[in-house]
């Protein structure tokens, strides 16, 4: 079983003041740039309408922002789940979640990957523990959180000087998501590789949760947005039966702030790279109750595509046993379902310890679940 300390995030303060920082080359172990993903596509490049570069639009310092990289050409579908319905997975690992009790009910298993050093024992299941899945009939779900990677700083990208984690923006880290994909790719036809990229992808830049709190800020979230959609095709490319998201932290629906682009404004900035992919997804952890931010969340992103609650968990055993009877019982799950929801993740078996516990979840998966064993 794998285990790591995840940010079990709150409604954080927004920065009022910028951070004064040395901006230096962002250099990919591959020896690249920030600018060029692994597949020599610029990640910046001027996208074409009606055969005219577009210009780029005008930012809050009154200057021209760099032009966005042209969206995916196209999404893929995920697997038809019927109204009222929901995929259930569990985690934290393929290993730990394909030996739970429940696993003959689960439509998929979830799994971590924190950075680099866990490709030596991902390369090792593709072998063996990958293709059992698969032929069990579970689709596999493979989170990736990078808030805990490789150092935070300054970093010069297409779109100017951008403060925080800088592994997601090196081309190291798109070399390693082609590794990712070849290690779960899996038939096209077979059970679905669901993606859930930059969980919590909020608190990566070094004043988080708003677009505009600093302008270093702003170009973080873009070459992030770069990131993403470079990462989604490499997806698409090498594993066939991939469908990507970019991963919510589940809090961004709690307040607003249209001026700086924080709170549930934060959404709209990402609006293309939304519609850009094959599904949504955010997690819900809070030690407080999380049923409102479930459904607050699957509404406000089931406007963009089929949404995923992708990492669902509490340290607090009551908040957790209460959220679970708020969202998985009488017709909670037929109204979630009918905003976008269509598939429910439980982190871990942390909550799940107890007899009791376990029949509580077992009795929401087999009434409102869906398992399509082949």
Known sequence: MRSRRFRHATVPLIALLAATAVAVPLLGRGGGDA????????AAADPVVDGEVADGPIGRSGRAEPPRRPLAAGTRAVPATPAGKLRFGLGPGLDSAHA???APDLDF??????????????????ADLIPEVYRSGH????IVWLDGTGEVGT??????PACGREYPLSSGFLDDARELASIFSGPADGPALYVTLFTEFQTYPCHPNAWATTPDTTNYYLTLQDQYLAALNIFHSGAPNARVSLGWGGWQSRWDDPVAGGGRSLITHFADVLRASDFESFQAMGTDPNAADVRDMTK???QYGPVMLAHFKSESQA????????????DAVRQLSQDGLFAFSFMDAANLASPAALTLARGAIQSHGVHSTL
Do not use: C
């Open 109 to 126: 298993l979830s799994t971590w990957y924190n950075g680099p050093n866990d490709l030596s024992f991902l390369r090792k299941w593709k």
């Open 35 to 42: 600018t060029t993903g692994g597949d020599g596509v610029a």
């Open 139 to 142: 689709g596999i779900h493979l």
């Open 300 to 302: 406000a992103l089931g």
């Open 319 to 330: 908040t957790w046993e209460a959220d679970m009877h708020a969202l998985l019982s009488g």
């Open 100 to 102: 739970s009790p429940l």
């Open 155 to 160: 970093v010069q990208t297409a779109h100017g």
